[in-house]
């Protein structure tokens, strides 16, 4: 009778550790699935987002963040040797049958966003330091640039773009051709965050803007009753706010344009310039906290407005290298500058455009050596 016992109770354990094999298995197995779902789909985006480098898109998409690296294949390990010492005469189609279904189960519950949370998120925040900065930053992370970020800025920027590009041509009253004004016109396609040291910048003000040399209506706007610059970003499903609106504005490519026209001949090269779209948001929060008169200048807590820039920007780094946001890193452009020193200069102050365009072209540039250093790896381009 003991003997009977003990063999049932074997035979449980035997179960047991089947079970617990099949699913860890078929869990992996499954999440192995999702990846390469996102693998797929990120291959579309492997010239804009990854300088068509196939080893940044397998990085984005198989992250080691977490040493997953070495603990994925020890939980394969474990899940073969729990199969083994369950069942060593299981059978490979008794297993498929096992497993199939937690493949299944799982791969989809993945695939449509079934566990997903902010405690990954969080959890970045928590291992921040700094004590004003992280906190900021995860406010401005959940409340716009993560929902933002998903909406896809360069699909929008490039939807904003087309009805500029197809102006067409029309006809001067002397029968001649005008040249089409839309062909002068590029994007930036990614969101750029201004970060003033002093934590002070008035950009919602159209004339403002202006006086920086930055401008938001085109040749689209002549003669039309109402004109439109805001990309409209929808927010997750389960926030009440309405959707998120960003105006889109235009610099000029070079700081010539800029001057003042005087001539007919100045007036016509300033209309065919080039010019570029940008998009940019200044955190409002990091003037409210810590803005002029806020008790955070240099003579009342030195170093401390400028560590707590640093942590806010380090934080959305950090939420930006998360595996499901890392395709939109590059989609995102930090800019700190001395802005204290622009006042002070007065009438001979930088304009913002300026600071933006240094920043551009430098952006750009970089990415063309990237773009070709990875060329070179990974012959022929």
């Not at 005087?262 to 065919?272: F, G, I, L, Q, R």
Request: glycine share 4%.
């Amino acid at each position: 009778m003991s003997e009977t016992r003990s063999a049932l109770m074997m035979l449980n354990m035997g179960e047991v550790f089947v079970q617990c094999g099949a699913y860890l298995l078929g869990i992996i197995i499954g999440e192995l699935f999702h990846r390469v779902s996102l693998l797929i789909e990120e291959v579309h985006h492997v010239v804009p987002r990854h300088k068509k480098s196939n080893k940044r898109v397998l990085n984005a998409v198989f992250s080691n963040r977490h040493s997953q690296y070495a603990k994925v294949p020890l939980l394969v390990i474990v899940s073969v040797l729990l199969l083994y010492y369950g069942q060593p005469n299981l059978f490979y189609l008794e297993l498929s049958i096992k497993i199939c279904p937690v493949v299944v189960v799982w791969a989809c519950l993945r695939m449509f966003g079934a566990f997903e949370n902010s405690l990954e998120d969080m959890e970045i925040l928590e291992e921040s330091n700094a004590e004003l900065g992280p906190g900021l930053a995860a406010n401005y992370w959940f409340s716009f640039l993560k929902p933002a970020l998903k909406a896809d800025i360069r699909m929008k920027m490039e939807e904003n773009l087309r009805p500029v590009l197809d102006l067409k041509v029309e006809m001067e009253a002397d029968g001649s051709w005008k040249p089409q004004v839309g062909a002068n016109y590029r994007n930036f396609n990614k969101l750029i965050i201004p970060l003033p040291d002093d934590c002070h910048l008035k950009i919602r003000d159209e004339r403002i803007l202006k006086s920086e040399n930055i401008f938001k209506c085109t040749e689209l706007c002549n003669g039309a009753e109402e004109c439109k610059h805001d990309l409209k970003f929808k927010l997750e499903p389960g926030q009440k706010r309405a959707e998120i609106s960003q105006t889109v504005y235009w610099i000029y490519e070079s700081s010539e344009h800029e001057k003042e026209a005087d001539t007919v001949e100045k007036k016509e090269s300033k209309k065919n310039a080039n010019k570029i779209f940008v998009i940019f948001d200044f955190p409002q929060l990091l003037q409210s906290a810590m803005g002029p008169d806020r008790g955070w200048e240099e003579k009342n807590r030195p170093g401390a407005r400028m560590k707590n820039i640093h942590s806010f920007k380090k934080t959305l780094k950090s939420l930006l290298k998360c595996n499901e946001y890392i395709q939109y890193e590059k989609d995102v452009m930090f800019l700190t500058f001395p802005n204290r020193e622009r006042k002070e200069a007065g009438d001979q102050k930088k304009p913002l455009s300026a600071i933006l365009r240094e920043k551009i072209l430098e952006e750009e540039t970089q990415e063309m050596v990237n773009s070709s250093s990875s060329c070179s790896e990974s012959d022929p381009c």
